[in-house]
């Protein structure tokens, strides 16, 4: 188990993504990568998910003893893009749609962190120049997970 806040978020994200029914994605499939990659590398057999932190943390007021955070987390869709793939538009949107309904609607929960919101910052629906230069479907979300924490002395 992570120590960090925001990798407790991180290892958070993967379970969830891991139980959700995503037909064709297998849970070997859903890993969690220090940077995001657009290769296919990491995951063993495509389609898969990629989860990473991604951007800058925010911030917002806290009080006199606690700040919030909000820890960006990356969710990047994979899956080959080449004419030999049997995987169809409409299943890809539906993975899509599957991960946003659960995050839009259920907080992550991650014992001993306070999070208290959690948005979705959508980002291309298809990655383009990973389609036309890569022939690989990325399609990416970013989920904000907003905590109270406690300063450290």
Request: charged share 20%; net charge negative.
């Amino acid at each position: 188990m992570a120590d960090s806040f925001h990798g407790q978020i991180l290892d958070a994200a993967v379970t969830a993504l891991q139980a959700l029914t995503l037909t064709g994605i297998t849970s070997t499939n859903i890993v969690q990568l220090t940077v995001p990659d657009d290769k296919d590398r990491w995951i063993p057999d495509l389609p898969g998910i990629i989860v990473a932190p991604f951007g800058t943390e925010a911030f917002a007021r806290g009080t006199n003893k606690s700040d919030d955070i909000g820890y960006p987390v990356l969710i990047a869709i994979l899956d080959s893009g080449n004419e030999q793939n049997t995987t169809s538009l409409d299943a890809r949107l539906l993975w899509r749609e599957t991960i946003l309904d659960h995050f839009i609607h259920n907080r992550l929960g991650v014992a001993g962190v306070s999070i208290y919101d959690q948005t979705i910052e959508p980002a291309s629906i298809v990655d383009q120049a990973a389609w036309y230069q890569k022939q690989l479907f990325v399609s990416a979300l970013i989920m904000r997970v907003w905590a109270r924490k406690q300063r450290r002395p």
